[in-house]
């Protein structure tokens, strides 16, 4: 059932006379049209209404919105919007906005529907009707601010892609407490609260999805009950909490090579001492962060290598993930100057590849290549002890496809759980090392430089090379151990290639 336009003046006036301001006036009675938001004294003049005693000079704070969408408070919103954009300096040319409002809001215009529907005597029909033709408090705050946040910060409003810029208001009232403590408080409130909900929201007992539980299950006489005291009359309005800006995470990806045999891969910290100067991430990503301004990142890769063991030729996939950047407009000749930036900072990590920017899907692909890709090692290994019965060297070259069952390695249980893994070794070729190759190696004067072999292997992702090598007591089986039939052991580890097309 639809009201007159004569039901309409008079529910104007009532909402009016309840002290509600004109913007909420116009809210209660459904109106949709733009003009009677921005200007509501010349729309109401338009509609021949009362206008009387009806001006925004010296308002009291609205009993609806608490002065949200009264001039005063939203010129000091947009104020402090400003303010904060050019703080944080975010060069996003577009923004979204989030409002989050006092929860009591609710209970005031549902006390105010209800106060309505007993002055005019509105049927059951009619009381829903107005509930839901009444306008959505943030909509239409949106709808009157937005283009004045537009010309105070000089950024479009952008609902459509959306936006990746965010800016939240948090507003409160400082009697929000005390108004829906009255609801909670009472045997009808709390009775609309299963047990698990008490439990959930003790701790936040006046949080919105706590009173919009409420609210959704309790009848109008009930609700009656629980605010037949209070008095809808106020002189405060609400206050700003809080403006948060932020901006979407944007990633950053390519490829590195490691070549130092003592660096982590990300800050090694024990009881809270940092244990390395520094790391992989740090030298990939530092310079990364000061550039876009950053407040945090997350550091992805393709696997990781231990500290002792060198990534190189092409090197690892790696990807950044850049929490709130300020500055997001990365050129070609941005990035091109960060990896020139990064690879003359240290001799101990090296960007191999263009630096891009990635989709949710490349980090994808990079995430599913973890378990997918092949890798290519080169080690030097010694036979601790060779006797007659060793498999000569080169029968190495002739196997593959072995399938091996690797327990979580002695070195890892404190981190892994225990479990045996079944991986691929695909190919191997094997030969005796060259005395040049020795010479960079420290502590091998005592040993039988004709003991050494370079082993090239090809190996399925999540295969543990160095057990492979020297058996981990007996958990790597086969082990090269086994295969050769004598004791060997490893003395350094380079990862070679990564078999991943990314990015």
Request: proline fraction near 4%; charge should be positive.
């Amino acid at each position: 059932m639809t009201f007159t336009i004569e039901e309409e003046r008079q529910i104007f006036k009532f909402f009016r006379q309840q002290n509600c301001c004109i913007r909420c006036c116009f809210r209660f009675i459904g109106w949709r049209t733009l003009e009677c938001y921005q200007d509501p004294l010349q729309f109401i003049k338009r509609l021949e209404y009362n206008t009387k005693d009806i001006s925004f000079v010296n308002e009291m704070p609205c009993v609806a919105c608490l002065g949200i969408l009264q001039n005063q408070t939203q010129e000091s919103i947009v104020e402090k919007i400003q303010t904060e954009v050019e703080k944080h300096n975010y060069d996003s040319e577009t923004f979204i906005c989030a409002l989050t409002i006092p929860p009591c809001l609710n209970l005031r215009e549902r006390l105010l529907h209800m106060k309505c529907g007993i002055e005019f005597n509105l049927t059951e029909a009619k009381l829903v009707n107005l509930k839901v033709r009444t306008q959505n408090i943030k909509d239409t705050w949106k709808w009157i601010i937005t283009p004045k946040i537009e010309q105070a910060i000089k950024k479009k409003l952008d609902l459509t892609t959306p936006s990746t810029f965010l800016i939240e208001i948090i507003l409160t009232y400082e009697y929000n407490e005390k108004e829906c403590n009255a609801l909670l408080s009472t045997d009808t409130g709390e009775n609309h609260l299963t047990n698990k909900r008490k439990r959930q929201y003790n701790d936040n007992r006046f949080s919105r999805k706590n009173i919009d539980t409420i609210m959704a299950n309790i009848t109008d006489t009930e609700f009656a009950q629980c605010f037949k005291t209070l008095s809808l009359d106020t002189t405060a309005c609400v206050t700003m909490e809080n403006i948060v800006c932020s901006h979407s995470s944007i990633f950053v990806g390519g490829r590195y090579s490691k070549l130092s045999r003592e660096l982590s891969q990300t800050p090694w910290f024990i009881n809270g001492e940092k244990k390395m100067e520094t790391s992989v991430q740090d030298i990939l990503c530092n310079p990364i962060v000061e550039v876009v301004r950053a407040e945090s990142i997350k550091f992805l890769s393709s696997g990781r290598e231990d500290v002792d063991v060198r990534n190189i030729y092409s090197g690892r996939p790696f990807a950044i993930e850049l929490i709130n950047p300020h500055m997001t407009k990365l050129t070609e000749k941005v990035l091109s100057d960060l990896v020139e930036k990064i690879n003359q900072s240290s001799q101990q990590v090296q960007v191999t590849s263009k630096l891009k920017i990635l989709s949710r899907l490349d980090l994808k692909k990079l995430k599913e290549g973890e378990n997918v890709k092949t890798k290519f090692y080169r080690a030097l290994c010694i036979c601790r002890n060779m006797s007659k019965d060793m498999l000569p060297l080169a029968q190495l070259n002739n196997l593959k496809q072995i399938k091996i069952i690797q327990k979580t390695p002695v070195r890892v249980l404190h981190r892994r759980p225990l479990a045996p893994r079944t991986r691929l070794i695909h190919e191997m070729r094997a030969r005796w090392a060259k005395p040049y190759e020795l010479k960079k190696l420290l502590n091998t004067a005592s040993e039988d430089p004709n003991t050494f072999f370079v082993l090239d292997i090809k190996t399925q992702a999540g295969t543990y090379v160095k057990e492979f090598v020297h058996g981990d007591f007996g958990r790597t089986k086969p082990s090269l151990c086994d295969i050769l039939k004598t004791e060997v052991d490893i003395v350094a580890l380079d990862v070679t290639g990564i078999n991943l097309n990314w990015p």
